[in-house]
């Protein structure tokens, strides 16, 4: 067979149209090396393992997780021949891969964003106590979404719950939910919250809440934004970002909104506690009226006891006064013409006796 | 579905006027009969109107697996 003779640009052209065939997209796994950014916009690193090493090339923007140096990742990428003959991989996406590898990046996101003042608590809006209008962002599909329905309808009632489905892992995940962020946030009549809520899963499932667009598209939301995302442990910066934040969607839909039997409870107390109070007015006035009475009553009997005082008086100078109490003193009272020869009449106590007027003389 | 809730809100809120009204200067025992059985009859209305409740859920049709 003759051998095919080409150019050195058509062969690395055909190279690359066989490995485009061939490998559209793989997935590779290996530890990062030589990690650089250049220009703040092209990043460069080599990914190896112990058997061998290859040059990795991408766009800062398309780094949604940070990584350094020593870091597991795995990177969807297409395999290219370069002009200079370099074999390369143009990555579309890199995602930590093991546990600690998620943690590490996990940690290196956080404490950027931190710095930025992303979870700053001074950011942070209240809720309304109780929503009209809320937005959901979820998979209806997952189990957390159907926990959040149920305890939001048996919790209350009258919501307008408009509902975005998204995924909720994977590498597509961030990119969903941060659209699904702008519809509601672009929206002519805004909701009063949005709800972003998954239920539990592995580290890497539920790594889509660590996504760097997305924790930024949730903290510049216009809405105050509540997210409860996996079980009470997990903490994702999604959750930090929140302006509130939910420990499971079960949890989410107890934070939205209240409990219409502890609001019907509080309504039947309020009313109860209005006959005690009626009593007390009642109480408090009978002992005022009572009070009254009993001052009425003491100042009658100390006005009747002063007027007994002066009658007692009285009546004791009357007695003195009386005839025949001077009479029985030894006096007597003497009635008739008082001139010589005159017949006079003598009262003492015991007798009444008559006498002629021998002289009279003046005093 | 939301106007009936305001309308429980502003029930919640006239009860609350109502019980604060007996703890006002304004309270008098002629009229505190009245008033309590007003509070009853909005206290029952308030019950009756949340347990009753139903919310409105919509999937918006918007798909958001790619770029709109």
Same mark, same amino acid.
């Given at each position: 067979m003759e051998n095919i003779r080409l150019s050195v640009s058509d062969f690395i052209a055909v190279t690359n149209q066989t490995l485009e065939y061939t490998y559209p997209s793989v997935e590779v796994e290996g530890e990062v090396a030589s990690f650089k950014v250049n220009q703040g916009k092209f990043v460069f690193f080599d990914l190896k393992d112990a058997g061998g090493s290859i040059g990795c090339f991408m766009m800062v923007f398309q780094l949604r997780v940070p990584i350094e140096d020593g870091m597991k990742v795995i990177v969807t990428a297409s395999p290219k021949l370069t002009q200079w003959g370099k074999f390369s991989l143009t990555v579309k996406a890199v995602r930590p891969s093991g546990e600690g590898a998620l943690k590490k990046s996990f940690e290196l996101l956080k404490e950027?964003?931190?710095?930025?003042?992303?979870?700053?608590?001074?950011?942070? *809006?209240?809720?309304?106590?109780?929503?009209?209008?809320?937005?959901?962002?979820?998979?209806?599909?997952?189990?957390?979404?159907?926990?959040?329905?149920?305890?939001?309808?048996? *919790?209350?009632?009258?919501?307008?719950?408009?509902?975005?489905?998204?995924?909720?892992?994977? &590498?597509? &995940?961030?990119?969903?939910?941060?659209?699904a962020l702008q519809y509601f946030n672009s929206r002519d009549v805004l909701p009063q919250v949005i709800v972003i809520i998954r239920g539990g899963g592995s580290a890497d499932d539920l790594s889509a809440f660590n996504d760097e667009q997305l924790v930024r598209a949730i903290a510049g939301s216009r809405v105050p934004t509540l997210v409860g995302v996996g079980h009470e442990i997990d903490e994702s910066l999604a959750d930090?970002?929140?302006?509130?934040?939910?420990?499971?969607?079960?949890?989410?839909?107890?934070?939205?909104?209240?409990?219409?039997?502890?609001?019907?409870? &509080?309504?039947?107390?309020?009313?109860?506690s209005l006959l005690p109070?009626?009593?007390?007015?009642?109480?408090?006035?009978?002992?005022?009226? *009572?009070?009254?009475?009993?001052?009425?009553?003491?100042?009658?009997?100390?006005?009747?006891?002063?007027?007994?005082? =002066?009658?007692?008086?009285?009546?004791?100078?009357?007695?003195?006064?009386?005839?025949?109490?001077?009479?029985? =003193?030894?006096y007597a009272l003497v009635r008739g013409l008082t001139e010589v020869g005159g017949i006079i009449e003598v009262e003492t106590n015991h007798v009444i006796m008559k006498a002629e007027v021998k002289d009279v003389k003046r005093k | 579905m939301s106007k009936e809730n305001k309308s429980i809100q502003d029930n919640i809120v006239a009860l609350s006027e109502l019980v604060a009204w007996f703890d006002s200067e304004d309270f008098s025992l002629e009229v505190a009969i009245d008033k309590f059985?007003?509070?009853?009859?909005? &206290?029952?209305?308030?019950?009756?109107?949340?347990?009753?409740?139903k919310n409105d859920i919509q999937v918006v049709k918007q798909k958001f697996d790619s770029e709109a």
């Open positions: 950027k964003l931190d710095k930025e003042g992303l979870f700053a608590e001074d950011r942070k *809006r209240s809720l309304p106590g109780v929503p009209e209008h809320v937005a959901v962002i979820s998979s209806t599909q997952s189990a957390g979404y159907a926990d959040f329905v149920k305890i939001v309808n048996d *919790r209350f009632g009258g919501l307008q719950i408009d509902v975005a489905h998204v995924q909720v892992q994977g &590498a597509d &995940a961030p990119d969903q939910i941060i659209r930090l970002a929140a302006d509130v934040r939910a420990a499971t969607p079960s949890n989410a839909a107890q934070i939205l909104v209240p409990d219409r039997a502890e609001v019907i409870r &509080a309504v039947r107390y309020q009313v109860r109070r009626v009593e007390n007015v009642i109480d408090q006035q009978s002992n005022i009226v *009572r009070t009254s009475l009993a001052g009425a009553i003491e100042k009658t009997i100390e006005k009747t006891s002063i007027l007994e005082d =002066r009658l007692k008086n009285l009546r004791s100078v009357l007695i003195q006064l009386d005839p025949h109490t001077v009479l029985m =003193r030894g | 059985k007003e509070a009853e009859a909005l &206290a029952e209305k308030i019950e009756s109107d949340l347990t009753a409740l």
